[in-house]
């Protein structure tokens, strides 16, 4: 059953049997060379060791032979058996599959031819039972291997990697097949779960739709990447455009308009048709004021008057307005507390009417939607209100008499509804007539206005802020403010230089300037 076999010869000579020689050769043998001889011709091969190249009967002829030429013979017979050594497995075409050779296949089966081969390397005449076994298999998979007369089919249930074993008695052998995920079909499954057919029209209630993209392989089994995906469409409304993107299996479809559409997804060589419809549905409402501008939800629209109209838009999921208008319902959501509003409705239109400045919100309403549109209604100047420093109202009718240089004043703007404010824009003052020459100028200092004037004389003055203005008159009296003293020849006396009189008289004049250091037209006693 080996390949080999260890053979004594013994010879006896009046000389001594190390002076005989062993000669072995071969009688019989299955082929030319089936075996082979570890010594030959020598004394030492009487211990000879024969080695087979094959199975079968040999007959082996040993002769031994002294100095003088003198020999005796015997034969020896040998039937050497197959023993199983090795299993081999092969695939139908002749790759040898093994764990260091692992087969590659996208098929649910593997078709193998699996031999015996004994201690030469020969193929066995026929094969001992032979059992398999599933040494590992990828989560969820199994394999099943059915065998007859040397062929096996190995069945697998999901893709992955596989080791199987073979075992005859002692000798065993593994092979490894990796399965290869094929894509067998593509599936667009809805959100509701209900994979699309061909003959399935969609309803896309949106202008942005979402599928999820499904590659399922030879196993039923999805598979995880496609290759090469692209949704084409194959028609659509004349001016319609679709935007399309495939992100983690989730395919987004984005429509800009209403109508009929036919789509084609390809990928992995596969393909599904499907056809949707989007109809126009109320999605939104857009609100705008008279001037066609639309109002945010989120940022508050600047309203510098006592009333303000609002109009009511319903909007499909594309953005445009539905032919047909709902109706809608107008209703003061908020206001400020010491504040009131009223609303008078038109169909879809709204004018509101205000009572004070403050944060108001008006809600338009249409079925379940509704559009809050927050409105600042600020205070604006319609009116300016002057006041004197001692807090007295300047009637633009009567003149002030000012008998100083300066003039503070105060103002308040009147806004649309009655009310006092300071406005952010502050007051502007000009002058609208003065006296020839005269100039005069404003500062403003924590509210208080203060105007400077050159000269004495009528000055009339303006006021602005905004689209609001006021105009007042005032006199500015001259009065004695300050003395010059001259003495002869009409020099200056200052209170703090000294006069030398070298005489027992002496002439001084006093002139009367007033408070813009001009001498006073009438000189007082």
Do not use: C
């Amino acid at each position: 059953r080996g390949r080999s076999a260890v053979v004594s010869a013994r010879g006896a000579d009046d000389q001594g049997e190390a002076s005989l020689r062993y000669h072995w050769s071969v009688l019989r043998q299955p082929a030319a060379n089936a075996v082979r001889f570890a010594a030959n011709g020598v004394n030492h091969a009487k211990n000879n060791t024969l080695t087979f190249t094959r199975p079968g009967d040999y007959e082996i002829r040993v002769t031994i032979q002294d100095r003088s030429g003198l020999s005796a013979t015997r034969n020896l017979s040998f039937r050497v058996l197959p023993t199983l050594t090795t299993l081999v497995t092969r695939t139908t075409s002749g790759q040898t599959v093994s764990t260091s050779a692992p087969l590659s296949t996208s098929d649910t089966t593997a078709r193998f031819n699996i031999q015996g081969l004994d201690q030469f390397g020969g193929v066995m005449p026929s094969l001992p039972s032979i059992q398999w076994q599933t040494v590992s298999a990828p989560s969820g998979g199994s394999a099943t291997v059915t065998s007859s007369n040397g062929s096996l089919v190995a069945n697998f249930t999901r893709s992955g990697l596989y080791r199987l074993r073979a075992q005859a008695g002692a000798i065993r052998t593994e092979l490894s097949i990796n399965v290869a995920p094929t894509l067998r079909s593509l599936e667009l499954v809805t959100a509701g779960g209900d994979v699309v057919t061909p003959t399935q029209t969609l309803a896309f209630a949106s202008s942005t739709e979402r599928l999820t993209v499904r590659g399922v392989d030879q196993f039923n089994q999805p598979v995880t990447s496609l290759s090469n995906f692209a949704l084409t469409t194959t028609s659509a409304p004349t001016t319609a455009r679709v935007i399309s993107s495939l992100s983690n299996g989730v395919l987004t479809i984005r429509l800009n308009e209403p109508g009929d559409y036919s789509f084609r997804a390809t990928g992995g060589g596969q393909s599904v048709s499907f056809s949707a419809i989007a109809e126009s549905t109320f999605s939104s409402i857009r609100v705008v004021d008279a001037t066609q501008r639309t109002v945010t939800s989120t940022r508050a629209s600047i309203v510098g008057s006592s009333t303000h109209g609002l109009t009511a838009l319903a909007l499909d999921q594309f953005g445009r307005a539905m032919a047909e208008q709902p109706s809608f319902t107008w209703q003061i959501a908020s206001q400020p507390e010491d504040g009131a509003a009223s609303i008078t409705t038109n169909d879809n239109s709204v004018l509101a009417t205000f009572t004070k400045a403050g944060s108001y919100v008006l809600t338009a309403q249409a079925g379940d939607l509704a559009f809050n549109a927050p409105l600042a209604v600020t205070p604006s100047a319609q009116a300016l209100a002057l006041f004197t420093s001692a807090n007295e109202a300047i009637d633009p009718s009567v003149p002030l008499t000012v008998t100083s240089s300066t003039l503070d004043i105060t103002a308040q703007a009147i806004d649309q509804f009655g009310d006092s404010f300071s406005p952010a824009a502050g007051i502007t003052l000009s002058t609208i007539s003065a006296p020839p020459g005269a100039t005069d100028r404003t500062s403003t200092r924590d509210g208080l206005i203060t105007l400077t004037f050159s000269q004495a004389g009528q000055y009339r003055i303006g006021a602005t802020s905004g689209s609001a203005s006021a105009e007042f008159t005032v006199d500015v009296v001259p009065s004695v403010a300050s003395f010059n003293i001259l003495h002869s020849n009409d020099r200056l006396l200052s209170s703090t230089s000294r006069l030398n009189v070298v005489s027992t008289s002496q002439s001084l004049s006093a002139i009367a300037l007033d408070q813009f250091n001009q001498p006073l037209a009438v000189q007082p006693a």
